[in-house]
């Protein structure tokens, strides 16, 4: 779901920042990622939360109204706990 855009290996970012180690990270943080970040998700004040992580990926442009991820979000809340689990194994 999320890897044409996000990597899940450690330094490695693509579109997006990489994944990796993403639960209780502070949004717009990953140094070599940061002139990515719209000001928007670097001003959020955001701390990724397994609840922040379910609610941004089902609609990324409710939580952060003016970033720049193109996502248009996933309903399914399943299929949200299954990105969520395995996003979380990525140490």
């Given amino acids: 779901e999320?890897?044409?855009?996000?990597?899940?290996?450690?330094?490695?970012?693509?579109?997006?920042?990489?994944?990796?180690?993403?639960?209780?990270?502070?949004?717009g943080t990953v140094p070599s990622f940061a002139a990515g970040y719209s000001d928007a998700l670097k001003a959020s004040g955001l701390t990724w939360t397994v609840d922040r992580l379910d609610a941004y990926i089902a609609a990324p442009r409710r939580v952060v109204p003016a970033g720049k991820m193109k996502y248009d979000g996933l309903a399914d809340a399943a299929a949200r706990a299954d990105v969520i689990a395995f996003v979380l194994s990525l140490k």
Avoid at 2 to 27: E, F, I, M, N, Y
């Fill in 2 to 27: 999320c890897g044409d855009c996000h990597s899940a290996l450690p330094g490695k970012d693509k579109k997006g920042p990489t994944l990796t180690g993403v639960l209780g990270r502070k949004a």
